[in-house]
C-alpha cells in the first residue's frame, strides 16, 4: 500500500508539473497580454506593471521562477484582482464550489444507485423502461437545459425554491440538482448494468437457492460488486461537479471557482488561471488514487501494484 500511494504521489506530481510546463507556454503564445485592457495606461504605468509582475523578464526565466514558486504553494497575486493573491481567492472560492459539489454528488449518488437498482431487479418492466429512459434524457440533456427546466416549474409554476442567490440552504437545493441530474442518469445506468451481471454469478445463485431472501441477496452480496463501474466513473465526475459548473454558477448567481477561472482566462490573468488549472489537475489525481483504493475493498480479488 505504501509503495504504491508513493508511485502514484509521483506520478500526480510529474503530472502537475507537465500541467504546469504546457498552460505555461501556451498562455503566453496567446495573442495579447495581461495588462491589455479598455482602458490605457500610460507606458510608464505598463512597464512598472510589467515589472511587478516579471512580465518584462524572458520567458524561459519566468517559467522558472514561478515553477519554483508554485513548488512551495504560492500562487503570487492575481493581476485583475488587485491586492489579492491566488491563494486568498481559490480559499474563497473553493468551499462555495465544494459545497454546490458535494451537495450534487449527494443527490447524483442516492437518485442514480437507487433507480439503478429498482431498475436491474425489475428488468423489462414499465418501471425498467422508464427509468432507462429518463436516464438517457439526463445523459443527453445539458445541464444548463435541466437548469431552464427546474427553474421554470420549481420557481415560476411552483414556487418552492428561490431563483438565485447563496448562504441558505433553499438556495442550494435547485443547482445541486440541476448540477446532479446528469451525474444521476450516468450512475443509474452504470449501477444497473453492473447489478445485471453480478446478478448472474454462480455465488448470487447459490445464496438464493440456500433461501436468503432477494433484498439480502442484493444488499448484503451483489450490490458491492455492481458498485465498481460506478467507482470507476466517480473518479472524474468527483472532480468535475466539486471544480463547479460555469453554466450553473453563472445561471444561479453563485459566487464559485467556475466564473472565476472563465473570467481569468479571458482578462489573461496567468496567475489566477494557473492556479485553477493546478487545482483541477491535483483534485482529478487524488481522487483517480482514492478510487484506485477503494475498489480493493469492494473487490478483495484486486491488489494494489
Known amino acids: 500500500m505504501i509503495w504504491f500511494l508513493v508511485k502514484r504521489v509521483f506520478w500526480m506530481l510529474l503530472t502537475m508539473w507537465a500541467v504546469f510546463t504546457i498552460c505555461f507556454f501556451l498562455m503566453r503564445a496567446l495573442p495579447g497580454n495581461p495588462l491589455t485592457a479598455e482602458r490605457k495606461v500610460s507606458p510608464e504605468v505598463e512597464r512598472n506593471l510589467r515589472k511587478r509582475y516579471h512580465l518584462d523578464e524572458p520567458p524561459l526565466k519566468q517559467y522558472v521562477r514561478e515553477l519554483g514558486r508554485a513548488a512551495r504553494g504560492d500562487l503570487g497575486y492575481s493581476i ?30 442516492t437518485l442514480g444507485i437507487s433507480a439503478g437498482i429498482v431498475s436491474a431487479t425489475r428488468r423489462k418492466s414499465v418501471a425498467d423502461f422508464g427509468l432507462m429512459t429518463v436516464a438517457t434524457l439526463g445523459i443527453a440533456l445539458p445541464n444548463f437545459v435541466v437548469a431552464s427546466v427546474a427553474i421554470l416549474l420549481l420557481v415560476f409554476v411552483w414556487p418552492l425554491f428561490p431563483a438565485a442567490g447563496w448562504g441558505t440552504i433553499e438556495s442550494l437545493i435547485l443547482p445541486s440538482m440541476a448540477l446532479g441530474g446528469p ?81 481569468a482566462a479571458q482578462q489573461r490573468d496567468f496567475p489566477l488561471a494557473m492556479g485553477e488549472v493546478l487545482l483541477y489537475t491535483g483534485l482529478l489525481c487524488s481522487l483517480n488514487i482514492i478510487v484506485d483504493i477503494t475498489y480493493t475493498l469492494l473487490d478483495p480479488r484486486v491488489k494494489l501494484e
Open 80 to 109: 485583475r484582482i488587485a491586492d489579492l493573491t491566488v491563494n486568498e481567492i481559490l480559499a474563497a472560492g473553493f468551499p462555495v464550489s465544494a459545497s454546490l459539489g458535494i451537495l450534487a454528488m449527494f443527490f447524483a449518488l
Open 183 to 263: 451525474f444521476a442518469a450516468y450512475i443509474a445506468r452504470l449501477t444497473r448494468t453492473g447489478l445485471l451481471e453480478v446478478l448472474n454469478q454462480d455465488y448470487i445463485r447459490t445464496a438464493l437457492a440456500k433461501g436468503l431472501s432477494p433484498r439480502r441477496v442484493i444488499f448484503g452480496h451483489a450490490i458491492k460488486g455492481a458498485m465498481l463501474p460506478v467507482v470507476s466513473f466517480l473518479g472524474p465526475a468527483v472532480a468535475g461537479v466539486l471544480a463547479g459548473s460555469l453554466v450553473i454558477e453563472k445561471m444561479f448567481a453563485i459566487p464559485g471557482l467556475a466564473v472565476t477561472f472563465i473570467n
